[in-house]
């Protein structure tokens, strides 16, 4: 099985981009898609990106999702930040049976 | 609209079991991939546990063999069976249903397994 690791912590200032990584420890990152989660403080996850790029109805368009074989990573760009961005992101995949496998979750702090 | 709400949440003793329900609206259940995540207190995100449109299930090693994942079309609710609880199983649980690869949640409900 394989593992994704992520940044444990992330800051950047309102109104600037931050990119947080999911690095993929074996296999190919584009073997199965790869969806990123928003966890605020005490509420639940809510999906912001999936199929690798995909942003769901609501979702602002600050946040883009990409994919880069180079790495073995994918990553979650959040372009002019705001205050109500800082939460917890999780990116997630799926192994060889189908299983889901998430990230250890990246802090980010919007100073 | 897409909804799912879970219930049944509580705190029970070592050894004890557990029935969640997660009540869909906007769907059906049985004609969507159902998922169970769960969520340790500070801790990050761990898959429990799946049920296909065609009724496989499988589980999170975690759980296998103690948790049964279910559902009822004529409440088109979905269930987490959880038997022989631990104190590890302590977690928010949270309710998923994935369609054509887009992620829905519930805002999920807490089993705390304690003496």
Redesign the interface.
Known sequence: NFMLTQPHSVSESPGKTVTISCTRSSGSIGNS?V?W?QQRPGS????VI??DN?R?SGVPDRFSGSIESSSNSASLTISGLESEDEADY?C?SYDS?????????TKLTVL | EVQVVESGGDLVQPGGSLRLSCAASGFTVISNYM?W?RQAPGK????VS?IYSGGRT?Y?DSVKGRFTISRDSAKNTLFLQMNSLRAEDTA?Y?CVTRQS????????TLVTVSS
Do not use: R
């Open positions: 898609y969806q989660y639940a996850p809510t999906t999936y199929e995909q769901p999780y997630q049976s189908n299983f889901w496998v998430f990230g250890g979750g | 998922v995540v990050g995100l761990e898959w799946v499988d999170a928010v949270y690869w887009m992620v829905y949640w519930g805002h999920g």
